[in-house]
């Protein structure tokens, strides 16, 4: 009897393996983009110098908004000696400061968040007033 011949089962060929893989590392590495954090664009006075002396400036309360964030992201909004509108929808923010800011050039925005408060429900609110062509806002914690 004559013996069979085995026949060759083939098989992936691993030649150009590590070519594939090259290739592949290259266009994963030249088209990945990394997150970068750029931070608030915010830009602060300049440190006062102690032997200067220090400057109160007294604002006129019919000059100031006030714009207060809740623990709960909750705004509430009083305009100069206004009644306090609590429960402000944050995207009639900015239609409601830029009319505002036409009608009183001098107007400061006061931002005061709750130090509990989201910081997300902070951003939202003055990115809305910078949005709206405020240029005096004061921000702060309580």
Do not use: H, W
Request: glycine content about 8%; overall charge positive; aromatic content about 4%.
């Amino acid at each position: 009897m004559l013996g069979r011949k085995k026949r060759d089962m083939g098989g992936i060929p691993t030649a150009s393996m590590s070519d594939i893989s090259f290739c592949l590392l290259v266009f994963f590495l030249a088209t990945t983009t990394f997150d970068i954090k750029k931070g608030l664009g915010i830009v602060l006075p300049p440190a006062s110098d102690s032997s200067q002396e220090e400057i109160k400036v007294k604002l006129n309360q019919k000059n100031i908004t006030k714009i207060g964030i809740a623990e709960d992201g909750a705004i509430a909004l009083k305009i100069g000696e206004g009644d306090l509108v609590e429960n402000f929808p944050v995207n009639e923010l900015e239609s409601k400061i830029r009319s505002i800011v036409l009608s009183n050039p001098e107007m400061v925005i006061s931002i005061k968040t709750n130090r509990k408060s989201k910081y997300s429900s902070m951003i939202a609110a003055l990115d809305q007033v910078q949005a709206s062509g405020a240029e005096k806002i004061s921000l702060s914690t309580n």
